[in-house]
């Protein structure tokens, strides 16, 4: 998630704005490029296990990203896009082998026992130090959940939460967003989980949690009584990358896999399908 996994963003609305984002990644968060087509295929490619494209994900897998905690049935939007890449580069479903990734792991520097990470990780540029990033598959702005009947959930502007008590995620985005974005006269608790946050937030140590717009959809069905304030964008990034090893030698050719999708419209409607509408959600500043 960004509250990390659950929910939303990127649709008919939406999708070309979102999705527009993608397609200027900064030079900071984007792999090399220049791959040829000949050069993209299993036999020359050097994957973690020869002729076998290795992905990694997070436990439990979370919706609409991954549905049923099963991320081999392509079903959830980050599945999805993971045999789509696939795809591309030329493997069969039946040699794409999931392993599991801690998410605050994946962006730790070192070797990685995986080709690529599909985890809602947002490119940054200190992650970007130390791992490489696709170009990016998706972009979601963050979110603002509260309480129905609480005063916030009709807020006209990001003022109105200087004074909120505001629940994060570690290792998300969303704290320097919410630093960034809202400047809170006080500082906001930082859970180590999702669910954590959503706890803290059912028995009112907190009142209002920021995560990624996708995530935030998502828990309005989970927490009742829960209401979307609104989204901002955030300031510590909400493009999200497939995430490789620092000079990993298939990030030219998952850049280009990338690239394709996107031209050819499948990231858009693999938003479209998985991912609800944001569409009437207000945007705050």
Known sequence: MNLRNASLACVA????????????????ASAPTKATGSACTPAKLHTHTPGVLTVATDSPAYPPYFEHNNPKNGEGLESAVAYAVAKKLGYARDKVRWVVEPFD???APG?????????EISITPARAKVVTFSVPYYTNPQGILVNGSSPLAHAK????????????QIGTTALPAVQAGIKPTQQ???????????????????????TDLATTFELTSEVKGSTIAGQFSAAGGDRWGLLMQKGA????????????LRASGTLAALSKRWIASAAKVPVLH
């Open 13 to 28: 609305a939406l999708g070309g704005v979102l999705l527009a984002g993608c397609g200027t990644p900064k030079k900071t």
């Open 105 to 107: 792991s994946s962006y």
């Open 111 to 119: 070797p990685k026992s995986f080709d690529f990470d599909i985890n």
């Open 157 to 168: 502007s990001l003022a109105a939460f200087k004074h909120a008590k505001i629940g994060v």
């Open 188 to 210: 906001p608790d930082v859970f180590n989980t999702s669910n954590d946050v959503v706890n803290a937030f059912k028995i009112k140590t907190v009142n209002a949690i920021v």
């Open 249 to 260: 030698p298939i990030a030219g050719c998952v850049n280009r896999a990338v690239s394709e």
